[in-house]
């Protein structure tokens, strides 16, 4: 599968503790290697089905997600969703 991908700057708006921006490096792809998570950045992670998102956020407002990946969620679906889609084949 050729390798997809994008970047996108994202702000995030917070009640009086502030906000955060961040460049986001989204990559679609498959690997057969083992999966390293950096701990200093990642507090905690899954592998789930690309539905999955998609009904926590139409469900219950995707309350478990950070705002950021809910706004990165919505482009990866409606922009590269062939592509996901296809890594479950």
């Known amino acids: 599968m050729p390798f997809d991908g994008f970047a996108?700057?994202?702000?995030?708006e917070f009640d009086?503790?502030?906000?955060?921006?961040e460049l986001c490096?989204?990559?679609?792809?498959?690997?057969?290697?083992?999966i390293k998570?950096?701990?200093?950045?990642?507090l905690d992670w899954s592998w789930i089905s690309p539905e999955a998102p998609q009904r926590e956020i139409a469900l219950q407002g995707g309350e478990?997600?950070?705002?950021?990946?809910?706004?990165?969620?919505?482009?990866?679906?409606?922009?590269?969703?062939?592509?996901?889609?296809?890594l479950l084949t």
């Open 8 to 12: 996108n700057a994202v702000s995030c």
């Open 16 to 21: 009086a503790t502030g906000a955060e921006h």
């Open 25 to 34: 490096s989204v990559y679609i792809g498959r690997s057969g290697g083992k």
């Open 37 to 42: 998570i950096n701990s200093d950045e990642i």
């Open 64 to 86: 478990s997600f950070t705002p950021w990946f809910i706004l990165e969620w919505v482009r990866i679906w409606r922009d590269h969703r062939p592509a996901v889609v296809s």
